[in-house]
């Protein structure tokens, strides 16, 4: 059974930082991309962060609005990605997902957490 359980949210003022954690499991977490999405009230989905999959060498990339703020990285042996997110803004407030992602023989496995909250006061 696969889950993604993503932890690290919560209240910071402006300018602080948060580290958010996503847990995988009932899949192969090297052969996956990882991405980090967010949707603020009111809002669609966006992109933050991503790290490629074994076959990319985990490269990784990021949404234009993160401007070097936020990094993404992943640890293979512990089956998790996190997403460290500096000098943070009200305007990051949204709740943050964990994405994993994989294309094998034109078949697409994308899987989704819950997501965790992620609140920046002015």
């Known amino acids: 059974q696969v889950e993604l359980v993503e932890s690290g949210g919560g209240l910071v003022q402006a300018g602080g930082s948060l580290r958010l954690s996503c847990v995988a499991s009932g899949f192969t977490f090297s052969e996956y991309s990882m991405k980090w999405y967010r949707q603020a009230p009111g809002k669609e989905r966006e992109f933050v962060a991503g790290s490629g999959s074994s076959a990319s060498g985990h490269s990784t990339f990021y949404g234009d609005f993160v401007k070097g703020r936020f990094t993404i990285s992943r640890d293979n042996a512990k089956n998790t990605v996190y997403l460290q997110m500096n000098s943070l803004k009200p305007e990051d407030t949204a709740v943050y997902y964990c994405?994993?992602?994989?294309?094998?023989?034109?078949?697409?496995?994308?899987?989704w957490g819950h997501g965790t909250q992620v609140t920046v006061s002015s």
């Open positions: 994405n994993a992602k994989e294309l094998l023989f034109s078949q697409v496995y994308q899987y």
